[in-house]
């Protein structure tokens, strides 16, 4: 099992970038892929960005990609999204989500353990 605590959320302007952290307990985080999503006020769920296990494979949610980019340090239990060129449609609560799962994951279902999530608020 792994717990999972995410930071780095806050409030920027449009154009503008922050770098969201997650860090895990345990000394298994380099066998789970782990995942970026996040949920709008009266939206699902929605998947941002995977890493596999070895940090080699990031894989972007079209509406992300070229502005955000997902990285870990296996040694440091740490994953991380940066995220530049903010939108305010990019406004969320982010959640780290760690899977036992193989291949590409981006499904919400597929993800066995969660952070409590953190909040990015984008401003026009």
């Known amino acids: 099992q792994v717990q999972l605590v995410e930071s780095g959320g806050g409030l920027v302007q449009a154009g503008g970038s922050l770098r969201l952290s997650c860090a895990a307990s345990?000394?298994?985080?380099?066998?789970?892929?782990m995942g970026w999503f996040r949920q709008a006020p009266g939206k699902e769920r929605e998947f941002v960005a995977t890493i596999s296990r070895s940090g080699n494979t990031p894989y972007y949610a079209d509406s992300v990609k070229g502005r955000f980019t997902i990285s870990r340090d296996n040694a440091k239990n740490t994953v991380a999204l940066q995220m530049n060129s903010l939108k305010p449609e990019d406004t969320a609560v982010y959640y780290c989500a760690a899977t036992v799962s193989w291949g590409q994951r981006v499904g919400v279902g597929e993800y066995n353990y969660w952070g409590q999530g953190t909040q990015v608020t984008v401003s026009s």
């Open positions: 345990g000394r298994t985080f380099s066998t789970y892929r």
